[in-house]
């Protein structure tokens, strides 16, 4: 190569072309950047108009970290290439649990706390964890997307029947007060007769607390839109080709929109209401607090983003034929530690590198990292459109329903496919890992109230399945496989992944 020679991944296009470029790379990923801060804003029990700040917010820092990613920051942060980054679907487990344990705005609080000590971790760990691979071979990264996914699939659930599964019945009030109250005359008349007689009150028992169904659950007209939803996704899928198959899930929603719009089931107060044009600033639910176990869940969490986001930057290297170094591959991962602590601050979550738009690098043959500058642009640009977080935040939950089985299911899928590479027949412990592993993952979504009798501090930690499948999944391999590298394996594994 001469010195006049500019490799592609260095290559300034034409200002059309790289809009162009760099808004397929936003629409590509768009539908997944802005599930996070629907799940976690609604988690939280914050109002319409706080859970479309979380979506403004999630949409700016996108860019900026984007931009820092692909131009560079100094020699520290950085791998300068095409890199979309976006708002990693690892962390919503622990954040989950977070906001189920403090709900509301301490509850925000706290949890931008915890992202921010996470990502200043981050970022002192990020050399370390650049030569961490070999801990994390396919059967390890696998497991861990395949529960991801797993546990993802019952917010696609609960976003099409209406809500988490416990809102399917409510307390039967009038029936209640009629029990208490006749609980009450009954103690009353027993306490009269026993003092007649120089004897004990006799104990009242009420009997099981009265429920009834909550008659817009698993309605069937939402539950219609939602498979409806489905179903043009997927017929997208199978007829469309290129640029709009990429897009199939964010057309989707559109589709579903529509539908809701014309039975009069989505209006557009909220999105009057909001201002065209604002500003993101920081910490707009107040000062953070910072819960040392949370830091340490989160710091977990980002560990295994950033074991991911090394995969993903090598298969890049050799997508683009760019070499990195270490110390490039370690400024790459210092940049997911950096946008994390710019989520944090900006009312945000943690980041890492979609892999989706690398999939989209490999599928467009276009290799210029300014693509990606574009699309960060953007992003950012999206971010300060208040109307458009409104409008988001407006979608009805039973539409994003019907995205959600897929976007959640092709994680799952992504995990299973990645297990499919693995040596099973001569590794046969290879079985174990994957099967303990998984398990640990199913314990909260099968017994979500299986740590009551532990530390309550240690509940947000513990109520992650993919935290302890992670945990699990690693621990066993260094068990049965040892510390063996499988950098090339790693590299494959990532280049099946197309979701978060």
Request: charged share 10%.
């Amino acid at each position: 190569m001469t010195a006049t020679t500019v490799h592609p991944v260095d290559e300034v296009l034409p200002a059309p072309r790289l809009a162009a470029l760099g808004l397929q790379h936003v629409l590509v990923m768009y539908a997944g950047a802005i599930a996070v801060p629907l799940i976690v804003g609604r988690a939280l029990k914050l109002s319409p108009e706080q859970v479309a700040l979380l979506i403004s917010a999630d949409l700016f820092a996108c860019g900026i970290v984007t931009l820092i990613q692909s131009l560079g920051f100094t020699k520290w942060f950085g791998i300068k290439l095409p890199v979309m980054m976006g708002v990693t679907f690892a962390a919503v487990g622990p954040m989950v649990a977070i906001a189920n344990a403090v709900p509301g705005e301490a509850g925000a609080r706290a949890l931008f706390g915890a992202i921010i000590g996470a990502g200043i971790l981050a970022m002192i760990l990020a050399p370390l964890v650049s030569r961490m691979l070999r801990f994390f071979p396919p059967v390890v990264t696998g497991t861990i997307i395949a529960i991801i996914g797993i546990s993802l699939m019952r917010v696609g659930v609960g976003w099409a029947t209406g809500g988490p599964a416990f809102l399917a019945q409510s307390v039967d009030v009038p029936k209640l007060v009629a029990m208490v109250d006749t609980a009450k005359a009954t103690a009353a008349a027993g306490a009269a007769s026993a003092a007649a007689i120089g004897a004990s009150a006799p104990a009242i028992r009420l009997g099981p607390i009265p429920m009834v169904d909550n008659p817009n659950y698993g309605s069937l007209d939402n539950l219609a839109i939602a498979a409806a939803v489905l179903v043009f996704i997927l017929l997208l899928v199978k007829y469309a080709r290129g640029f709009v198959a990429n897009i199939s899930v964010l057309l989707g929603i559109v589709a579903g929109c529509a539908v809701a719009i014309a039975m009069g089931k989505m209006n557009f107060d909220k999105v009057g209401k909001a201002h065209w044009f604002d500003v993101v600033t920081p910490f707009a639910f107040g000062w953070p607090t910072f819960d040392v176990v949370m830091i340490l869940t989160m710091t977990l969490v980002m560990i295994v983003v950033m074991i991911e986001s090394t995969g993903m930057f090598l298969a890049l290297s050799d997508i683009t034929g760019k070499k990195i170094s270490q110390p490039e591959l370690a400024a790459g991962l210092r940049t997911d530690g950096l946008g994390t602590l710019i989520g944090g601050i900006f009312n945000t979550f943690p980041y890492t590198s979609f892999s989706q738009n690398v999939g989209l690098v490999g599928v467009t043959g276009v290799k210029s990292r300014w693509v990606c500058v574009a699309g960060g642009v953007i992003m950012i640009i999206l971010g300060m459109l208040p109307k458009m977080a409104a409008f988001v935040e407006s979608i009805p939950t039973f539409v994003l329903g019907g995205a959600g089985l897929v976007m959640f299911g092709m994680v799952a899928a992504t995990g299973i496919r990645i297990l499919s590479t693995v040596d099973y027949k001569g590794n046969r412990n290879n079985l174990y890992i994957v099967a303990l592993s998984i398990g640990f993952g199913l314990i909260p979504l099968v017994a979500p109230r299986w740590m009551q009798q532990m530390a309550h501090g240690l509940h947000p930690l513990l109520e992650s399945g993919i935290l302890l499948t992670a945990v699990a999944a690693v621990v066993l391999n260094i068990f049965f496989n040892g510390t063996r590298g499988d950098t090339v394996g790693a590299i494959e594994a990532a280049k099946t992944a197309e979701a978060h």
